[in-house]
């Protein structure tokens, strides 16, 4: 059978799984069993499966991801975005179309605390889109921000995705993580630059934003709320870039940070913080939060490479 002929049927069936509305991982989970015993030797051929599984997830660098992801859902629950989105609003206020830009600043903040673009456009999305909306913001001023800075989390370290692509093609994550830093901030900028001219061309699309006056020491004591934040995105950050950790293990630092920030941001004198947030969640079903996506992409990693495993196979 020609190579085409393998690819005709491998992109056929997969369709019709996702068509069928069976989740992703498990369409390239059954492909697989049912290519393997096709095109394999049969039955004998599914303990191949398994070895191809651990071998493909078996890889230090890979163990950052879990540990990201929960250092994002530590930070969520202490009640950080909402101070995060306080302090950008009280430094950038005031301006026509600012809460667009908060939503940049805060989705470029919250990036730096979350490698996953899913959990910062959830957050925003459910606490600053409704409040533009109600304001007048027109939807690509409310929606499209919020959309454009969430994805800067696939870019700005700590990113998930860095991690998985390193991983991946065996190129050294922790260089592509600090090599994200630039190019996320450059891009943050011209959001920023884009949301300016556009609210100055077309009025109408943001209102102008009368948040009062903040005094000097307003803005000063919001920039210092967000400051065990900052502390913690620098030592990620910092521990890469100097080579004093590998990814998986600045990770972990990061996860340390956060549990050491969680009772001081709930306990801070801040009025937006909730405080007993830490006890409502709990720290088991955080742990639970953030096993739950890191295992859905591990099994995509798992069951897309052993496809491709398959694919070759089959044509070679």
Not at 102 to 120: C, D, H, N, R
């Amino acid at each position: 059978m020609e190579w085409w002929a393998y690819l005709a049927i491998i992109l056929g069936l997969l369709s019709a799984f996702f068509l069928s509305g069976l989740p992703v991982a498990f369409s390239f989970t059954l492909f697989n069993f049912i290519a393997a015993f096709f095109w394999m030797g049969g039955t004998k051929a599914f303990s191949m499966l398994t070895l191809s599984a651990f071998s493909s997830v078996a890889s230090f660098p890979l163990v950052a991801v879990p540990l990201f992801i929960l250092m994002g859902e530590l930070l969520f629950h202490s009640g950080v975005i909402t101070v995060v989105l306080d302090a950008a609003g009280k430094w950038i206020g005031g301006v026509r179309g600012s809460l667009s830009l908060v939503a940049v600043a805060a989705g470029t903040l919250f990036g730096t605390m979350s490698g996953s673009a899913m959990s910062g456009v959830a957050v925003l999305g459910s606490t600053l889109a409704p409040e533009m909306r109600r304001r007048g913001y027109s939807k690509e001023m409310s929606l499209g921000p919020i959309l454009g800075s969430g994805c800067l989390a696939m870019i700005i370290p700590p990113s998930i995705l860095a991690v998985l692509l390193g991983s991946l093609a065996q190129i050294p994550v922790g260089e592509l993580l600090i090599s994200g830093i630039v190019p996320g901030l450059i891009l943050a900028g011209l959001y920023a630059l884009y949301i300016l001219v556009r609210v100055r061309v077309q009025p109408t699309m943001a209102p102008a934003f009368a948040t009062g006056d903040p005094t000097w020491g307003e803005k000063i004591r919001a920039l210092v709320s967000v400051l065990p934040v900052g502390i913690i995105t620098l030592m990620v950050w910092g521990v890469i870039f100097f080579g004093i950790a590998t990814p998986s293990e600045a990770a972990a630092i990061g996860v340390l940070g956060a549990l050491i920030v969680m009772p001081m941001m709930l306990t801070m004198a801040h009025p937006l913080v909730r405080r007993g947030e830490l006890e409502r969640p709990g720290l088991a079903m955080m742990g639970y939060g953030s096993m739950t996506p890191a295992g859905s992409l591990m099994a995509h990693v798992v069951f897309g490479l052993i496809t491709g495993s398959i694919y070759a196979g089959a044509v070679l």
